[in-house]
């Protein structure tokens, strides 16, 4: 599979599971694909969910909103961690200029 696809796969199960740090390989975007497909009637959340930890053998991190589990919300919150960073990037350079 392409690489643009592989990148396709890696937002898409992001956005599934809530992620919001990981590095696969594009090898185990394959190999996460590949069972995905073969999985396919079974598949939900927590299937998809044991199918990437069983391959991507390393810690996920994810973004947790109980009871908010919706893709607005979770972009708004990816959307507030940009503008917060942005903040302290004009915080900073505001300090520097003051110094």
Known sequence: MNKENLL??????EIIMGISSWQPTYL????????????SETLDARNISKIVHRIYDKPIELIILKGLNTAAAMSALLKIQELE????KIKHQNDKKTK
């Open 8 to 13: 396709y796969l890696k937002k898409s199960l």
């Open 28 to 39: 185990q975007l394959e190999q996460i694909q590949i069972e995905l497909i073969a999985s």
């Open 85 to 88: 960073n942005e903040l302290k």
